[in-house]
């Protein structure tokens, strides 16, 4: 098992880097624990507290594998739901448009005005659960 692409093993042991400028030293039962709490974060929005010293590095490695059909199964929720929303502010953009929005970029500025997202799509998309570069497609 791989834990990281950005884990680099040297003579003084395995570097980790998060940022171009900045290396620290993390054992690998270091590694596993925070690999496991972001997948734990990934599967189920919240990050894992465990007593990290009480499991082993193979017992972290069985429990991120277990993780992935979570994973999985959170993914494709994320995108069934994305999906209705999208059906869902369609639906509403035409019903602006019927109210009496000259066309769909005025019904997107209404719509956007309503919900408080300032102008920003992106924070629309947030806003109406919909997948982030929705308007960008």
Same mark, same amino acid.
């Given at each position: 098992?791989?834990?990281?692409?950005?884990?680099?093993?040297? $003579?003084?042991?395995? *570097?980790?880097?998060?940022?171009?400028?900045?290396?620290?030293?993390?054992?690998?039962?270091?590694?596993? $624990?925070?690999?496991?709490?972001?997948?734990?974060?990934?599967?189920?929005?919240?990050?894992?507290?465990?007593?990290?010293?009480?499991? $082993?590095?193979?017992?972290?490695?069985?429990?991120?594998?277990?993780?992935?059909?979570?994973?999985?199964?959170?993914?494709?929720?994320?995108?069934?739901?994305?999906?209705?929303?999208?059906?869902?502010?369609?639906?509403?953009?035409?019903?602006?448009?019927?109210?009496?929005?000259?066309?769909?970029?005025?019904?997107?500025?209404?719509?956007?005005?309503?919900?408080?997202?300032?102008?920003?799509?992106? *924070?629309?998309?947030?806003?109406?659960?919909?997948?982030?570069?929705? *308007?960008?497609?």
């Amino acid at each position: 098992m791989t834990t990281a692409a950005h884990i680099i093993e040297s $003579s003084d042991g395995p *570097f980790c880097y998060y940022a171009a400028d900045i290396a620290q030293k993390y054992t690998r039962h270091e590694e596993l $624990s925070q690999l496991y709490s972001d997948l734990h974060k990934d599967a189920y929005g919240v990050r894992a507290r465990l007593q990290w010293d009480a499991y $082993s590095e193979a017992e972290l490695e069985e429990m991120i594998d277990a993780l992935g059909p979570v994973i999985d199964a959170t993914i494709n929720e994320e995108r069934a739901a994305q999906e209705a929303a999208a059906v869902r502010f369609e639906a509403r953009v035409a019903d602006t448009i019927a109210a009496g929005a000259r066309d769909r970029e005025t019904a997107l500025r209404w719509v956007d005005q309503a919900e408080g997202a300032d102008g920003d799509r992106e *924070f629309l998309c947030y806003l109406c659960g919909l997948r982030y570069g929705y *308007f960008n497609a």
